[in-house]
Nanobody, 125 residues
Framework: EVQLVESGGGSVQAGGSLRLSCTVS????????MGWYRQLPGNECELVSS???????HYADSVKGRFTISQDNAKNTVPLQMNSLEPEDTAVYYC???????????????????WGQGTQVTVSS
């Protein structure tokens, strides 16, 4: 059974930081990709950042220089460090895993991926 569990969401003021973490079980990360999506107002599901098993990373243009993705193989987690948060970052964030991740998908239920339950991030001005 593949299971992804997110943690670390919450409410912060603009300019603050949060660290999300995705704990993974039952999934072979070899030759695959893991990442974080966010469900924005208007139901756009955007791939925020991802990391492949070979260590290569992807960032959406809107978060470059502010967010950092990594992998902790010893603890089976994929953290996302979010700095300099803006109100536009407010969304439900979902962890996902698959062979390859689409840049846009259906948060929580998109095809060809496993999904976590989501965690709310709220950034106030």
């Amino acid at each position: 059974e593949v299971q992804l569990v997110e943690s670390g969401g919450g409410s912060v003021q603009a300019g603050g930081s949060l660290r999300l973490s995705c704990t993974v079980s039952g999934f072979a990360f070899d030759d695959s990709e893991m990442g974080w999506y966010r469900q924005l107002p208007g139901n756009e599901c955007e791939l925020v950042s991802s990391i492949r098993s070979d260590g290569t990373t992807h960032y959406a243009d809107s978060v470059k220089g502010r967010f950092t993705i990594s992998q902790d193989n010893a603890k089976n987690t994929v953290p996302l460090q979010m700095n300099s948060l803006e109100p536009e970052d407010t969304a439900v964030y979902y962890c996902a895993a698959g062979q390859s991740l689409y840049y846009y998908s259906d948060c929580g239920g998109g095809k060809f991926a496993y999904w976590g339950q989501g965690t709310q991030v709220t950034v106030s001005s």
